[in-house]
């Protein structure tokens, strides 16, 4: 054996005893895995819709003027508070308030005559005909004087009821057209939410049903309604009833044209148990499986479990789980079968 070959022996003999002197040191066991818990529960296979819709006035009072006249006065503005006889407008009397002065003047001597006459005819000294003539007179002349304070009071236009004034289709200075509306009262101490619903869902509306209604103008705020009114007419295009929603708003935040969501819900049967869709896992033969925490709370056990339908809030669990089985809920990537776990509280 030459020099070179030796020395690889020895060389080699001398690695193999110290590797025998030295063994790797074991690792310390993975300390237990914190993981949040909680028990299945059972859930409703509740549906909820949202409709879209618009905010309506509980009622609209129209107001106009019945005669001819020029403008002189608009006492309100739109968004003002009215209480019901409140003077609202006016319009130039002058030509009326003289007419209605001669009229109670007419009626003044009418009654005068009247009462001269009355006295004459009991005695005989006045004929039948003289005395209908002054009663006839005098039935006229109170005729003409109430046409004619009808007229005068018809120059102020007053609010017939409380609310809030909606619209003004006048200004002072403008002729005045009888009967055509000059400014709207709205009620909205109570408004209504309108809203179309399609055909194949208004058979599950019922009077009195509940809603949510959210009205984005005002930051997404949400109040809570009745259904009212269900339409029994379809709209031939869209094929959709509308329904209306009461909406208390005592504060009067809600407008009347605001676009509002309608949401309602339709509560079903309950379906089982229902887990969070995060606790459920596949294994690499695409089984559904969860952990749960075993009596003891220490271990994590791999569960296979069935599924149904995605419901609200979770998957439902139709075999694999009790009730009272603990399911972790999170830090379960983290696990293997019979991992030591830590059940900590969020």
């Keep these: 054996m030459n ?6 022996i020895t060389v080699l003999a001398l690695l193999l005893i110290l590797t ?25 296979d509740q549906q909820d819709l949202a409709y879209s819709g618009t905010i309506e006035e509980s009622e609209s ?19 003002t508070p009215v209480r019901k006889g409140q003077l609202l407008a006016e319009i130039d009397n002058t030509t009326v308030r003289n007419a209605n002065d001669m009229a109670q003047a007419t009626l003044a001597q009418a009654e005068d005559a009247y009462k001269r006459l009355t006295p004459m005819h009991t005695s005989g000294s006045l004929t ?15 005729a003409g004087a109430a046409i004619a304070r009808k007229s005068l009071d018809d120059c102020r236009l007053v ?31 109570e408004v209504f939410a309108r809203v179309a619903v399609p055909e194949n869902e208004i058979a599950r509306i019922r009077r009195g049903q509940t809603a949510e209604i959210r009205i984005g103008a005002l930051g997404g705020r949400e109040y809570s309604g009745t259904i009212e009114e269900i339409g029994v007419l379809a709209d031939v295009l869209a094929h959709s009833y ?47 499986f969860v952990y749960r925490v075993d009596a003891a709370g220490q271990k994590a056990v791999r569960t296979f479990v069935t599924t149904g339908a995605l419901v609200r809030g979770g998957i439902e ?7 009272d089985d603990l399911v972790v809920t999170a830090g379960q990537q983290k696990l293997a079968d019979q991992s030591s776990v830590r059940v900590i509280h969020p």
């Design 20 to 44: 025998g002197c030295h063994s790797p040191a074991k690792e310390p066991p993975p300390g237990p895995v914190n993981v949040e818990v909680q028990n299945p529960r059972l859930a409703a």
């Design 242 to 288: 509308r329904i209306r929603i009461s909406v208390p708003n005592p504060g009067g935040d809600i407008r009347p044209g605001m676009v509002c969501t309608a949401n309602l819900r339709f509560p079903g049967q309950v379906r089982g148990l229902v887990i969070p869709n995060a606790s459920l896992m596949v294994d690499e033969a695409g089984r559904n």
């Design 128 to 142: 039948d005909v003289k005395y209908v003539e002054a009663e006839t007179g005098l039935r006229q002349a109170r």
């Design 159 to 189: 609010a017939t009821a409380d609310g809030v004034v909606g619209r003004i289709s006048l200004d002072p200075g403008t002729v005045t057209v009888p009967n055509v509306t000059s400014i709207t009262i709205v009620k909205i101490a």
């Design 3 to 8: 020099r070179l070959a030796y020395a690889s």
């Design 317 to 323: 669990i139709v075999t694999g789980l009790g009730p």
């Design 61 to 79: 009072i129209s107001h106009s003027f019945s005669i001819v006249g020029t403008v002189t006065r608009v006492l309100v503005s739109e968004g």
